[in-house]
C-alpha cells in the first residue's frame, strides 16, 4: 500500500511561488498516475493536474495551467507542484493522490480514480 506525504505549503503573499513536494513509501511512484488536489473548507475537492506514470500526459485544469508546474522524479519517488503567481483565490490544503491505473487519460479530476491519498498541505496566498 502507497503513503503519501505532502510538504512545502505555507504563507506567501500575491504573486508569490512555492514548490510542493509529495514523497511515497510502500510502493515506488512509478507505478501511478499522480493528481493534485485542492480543497477549500465549505466547497469541494477540486482536482488541479495530473501526470501519468510515464509522462506522456500531463493535464491541468485552466485556472492554472499557465501558473503551476506537476512534475515528477520517481527515482527519488517524489512528485512535485511548482505554483507561480499565485493567487488569493489559491488558497486552500492541497493534496496529492495516486492512481493504479490511467487516471490522467480520462477522468482525473474525479477524486473516485484514486486509491491513496495524502493528509496534504496547507496554501495560503495573502493579497
Known amino acids: 500500500q502507497v503513503q503519501l506525504v505532502e510538504s512545502g505549503g505555507g504563507l506567501v503573499q500575491a504573486g508569490g511561488s512555492l514548490r510542493l513536494s509529495c514523497t511515497t513509501s510502500?510502493?515506488?511512484?512509478?507505478?501511478?498516475?499522480m493528481g493534485w488536489f485542492r480543497q477549500v473548507p465549505g466547497k469541494e475537492r477540486e482536482g488541479i493536474a495530473c501526470?501519468?506514470?510515464?509522462?506522456?500526459?500531463?493535464a491541468y485544469i485552466s485556472s492554472v495551467e499557465e501558473r503551476f508546474t506537476i512534475s515528477r522524479d520517481n527515482a527519488k519517488n517524489t512528485l512535485y507542484l511548482q505554483m507561480s503567481l499565485l493567487k488569493p483565490e489559491d488558497t486552500a490544503l492541497y493534496s496529492c493522490?495516486?492512481?493504479?491505473?490511467?487516471?490522467?487519460?480520462?477522468?482525473?479530476?474525479?477524486?473516485?480514480?484514486?486509491?491513496?491519498w495524502g493528509q496534504g498541505t496547507e496554501v495560503t496566498v495573502s493579497s
Open positions: 510502500g510502493s515506488p511512484l512509478s507505478a501511478y498516475d
Open positions: 493522490a495516486a492512481a493504479s491505473d490511467d487516471a490522467c487519460a480520462g477522468s482525473w479530476r474525479s477524486g473516485g480514480q484514486y486509491r491513496a
Open positions: 501526470i501519468s506514470r510515464s509522462e506522456d500526459i500531463i
